[in-house]
């Protein structure tokens, strides 16, 4: 097996010792520098003659890729050359995604990923990652013995249950925590060497995969009840066992397992569930933006929340803990959310309240002569016209449910409506940016969950900004590695929403955009990372003795760049 121990020399670039040499050096995605390798390096580990004569420097090949990329199609194939690419050279990857973020974001992650993921055994290529099932998790500590990388830092885990807006996607749910890594290691600076994608392949309820003879995963129901929840334990323990300084991120558990894993596990590992915690950090994040530009208290607001999942549910929690800092009571606070799942505001009796709902569920008479017609269904438009909604947010996965007369009566109840349509794919948007500024005349704060254009109404740009949990997540797994957080409380992750709603400059505030720009997202991650693990350090759940004044060399420090160091024979 090939091995190798990096170095650092006098002027702190990285030095690699490596023990073997040939072809095998060239399928090596962490070391292959393709023909950047120079002739010394060629002639020392004997791949002279097998390489292209001339030698390329880091920056060429960047754009020689970039050129192929700009020659695909169709996003879905520019996504099949990425993933490609990284399977054969993981430092020009990442160096090309760094230089083009804002273009490729979209494409190794949402909303690409999301028809990726679709398509998964019909495009697969080359493994990455662990496929877990309950035919080999009970091998586990072999399975993470055979990684070709033992040092594992930051972990993704999907049952790919919730995928997104379009559900259960059995085995290929794997290319989300593919992507959520690759925003790790290029945004926070993770080294792709210390992270570990899982699919936890429990079966699947979606008859076209069942049915198709390429799926690659088990073709089974989905495990449920004890079996489920004794399968995730068994995962979870090989986990601790083989990677005791890992952080684990849950990724699309659908709706109730998300809740209960998260809560059963959170202080067992240092973990955090992205869905409903990055989901409610970054939406906190842009109505703080938001608030800056329309002057207004956020203890004022009125709150109604399309969809109950694991995503609307946590940015209701979060909104909730953050009336509470600015002092209103646990009641008074929780009053002023409204939650809507497909069968309207959640109150005390009505049927299909799940567990994980009813913190926010309203009592019986909540709604008393609100709609006559069909006193059991609360809709948005009745809370609109009587509950006084003055912030909208949309994390239904259904497209167009904000209907022209919903976001016009909600810029009836205020001066500045804020407007966050937020599910992706961009098919499953709750309502087009641009449609929301000509209803509101203009007056309407917007951000989206899938990248918009910006608009030109009546003259005036307006930047749509993105509420994108990549500028949550790398920063938090970031700051909890660089202490060593034993746990990862929920004062870290207010901590991250509040650093980002900080990080967003006047100049966008005044295009009503109350998200950064996605090409900052290694600053930015490293920012949220410092605060992050500020907060663990002054909550005591910081296990590395760190000193706060020097985490911003020490971040400096730990956050990888991606580009060729030297190799000698080890």
């Given amino acids: 097996m090939l091995r190798y121990k990096i170095s650092r020399d006098e002027k702190g670039d990285e030095v690699f010792e490596i023990d073997t040499d040939g072809v095998e050096l060239l399928h090596n995605p962490i070391l292959n520098k393709g023909s950047a390798f120079t002739h010394d390096e060629r002639r020392l580990f004997r791949i002279e003659g097998l390489l292209p004569s001339a030698v390329s420097t880091l920056e060429m090949q960047v754009e020689r890729r970039y050129e192929s990329f700009q020659e695909k199609g169709t996003d879905l194939e520019k996504y099949i050359f990425l993933r490609a690419l990284q399977d054969r050279n993981e430092i020009l ?23 990726a993921c679709q398509k998964f055994s019909h495009i697969f290529r080359f493994t990455r990652g662990v496929f877990l099932s309950p035919g080999n998790i009970g091998e586990i500590d072999l399975i993470f013995k055979s990684l070709p990388y033992r040092n594992i ?10 995928i997104l807006g379009i559900g259960d996607q059995g085995i290929g749910g794997m290319g989300i925590p593919v992507g959520k890594l690759s925003l790790y ?8 060497a210390n992270t570990l994608p899982v699919a936890l392949d429990v079966g699947t309820n979606n008859e076209e995969l069942l049915s198709d003879p390429l799926y690659l995963g088990i073709r089974e129901n989905r495990l449920r009840g004890d079996e489920y929840y004794d ?17 684990l991120q849950w990724e699309d558990f659908s709706k109730q397992n998300a809740f209960s894993l998260l809560d059963k596990y959170r202080n067992d590992i240092p973990s955090f569930n992205d869905d409903i915690q990055g989901t409610g950090a970054v939406v906190l994040a842009g109505i703080k933006g938001a ?16 969809g109950a999942g694991a995503g609307g549910i946590g940015v209701a929690r979060q909104i909730h803990t953050a009336l509470l800092a600015e002092g209103l009571s646990y009641d008074d606070a929780r009053n002023r959310i409204f939650v809507t799942d497909s069968r ?12 994980y709902k009813k913190m926010f569920s309203k ?7 609100w709609n006559p017609k069909d006193p059991g269904k609360i809709t948005l438009l009745d809370l609109a016209k009587n509950a006084g909604v003055s912030i909208l947010i949309g994390l239904s996965g259904i497209g167009g449910a904000f209907t022209e007369e919903l976001v016009r009566t909600v810029a009836g109840n205020v001066k500045r409506p804020i407007v966050f349509p937020l599910s992706n794919p961009t098919d499953k948007t709750e309502a087009i940016p641009e449609d929301i500024f000509n209803w509101t005349d203009g007056r309407a704060i917007v951000a989206a969950g899938s990248p918009f254009r910006d608009v030109n109404h009546k003259g005036k740009v307006f930047i749509v900004g993105q509420g994108n949990n990549v500028f949550i997540f790398p920063g938090v797994g970031l700051g909890a590695l660089l202490v060593g ?12 929403a509040g650093k980002l709603s900080e990080l967003v400059s006047a100049e966008r505030l005044e295009l009503s955009c109350v998200y950064p720009p996605i090409g900052d997202l290694r600053i930015l991650s490293r920012e949220i990372a410092i605060e992050v693990a500020r907060t663990a350090i002054e909550q005591e759940v910081a296990r590395k003795p760190v000193d706060p004044a020097k985490l911003s060399e020490i971040a400096d420090s730990k956050m990888w760049v991606p580009r060729y160091g030297k190799y000698l024979k080890g």
């Fill in 93 to 115: 990857f990442y160096a090309l995604l760094l230089k083009h973020l804002e273009e490729m974001l979209p494409i190794v992650y949402t909303p690409t990923v999301g028809l």
């Fill in 153 to 162: 830092k930051m972990i993704v885990v999907t049952d790919s249950e919730g």
């Fill in 185 to 192: 290691a290029g945004g926070a600076g993770i080294h792709p």
């Fill in 231 to 247: 399968f995730v334990d068994k995962f979870v323990a090989g986990v601790k066992r083989n990677f005791p300084d890992g952080v």
């Fill in 291 to 306: 608030l800056r530009i329309s002057g207004e208290r956020l203890a004022s607001q009125i709150f109604a929340i399309s």
């Fill in 344 to 355: 309207g505001a959640i109150f005390d009796g009505r049927d299909g309240v799940d567990e």
């Fill in 363 to 369: 009592n019986n008479d909540f709604a008393a002569g």
């Fill in 485 to 496: 957080a034993e746990v990862i409380t929920d004062e870290m992750i207010t901590a991250a």
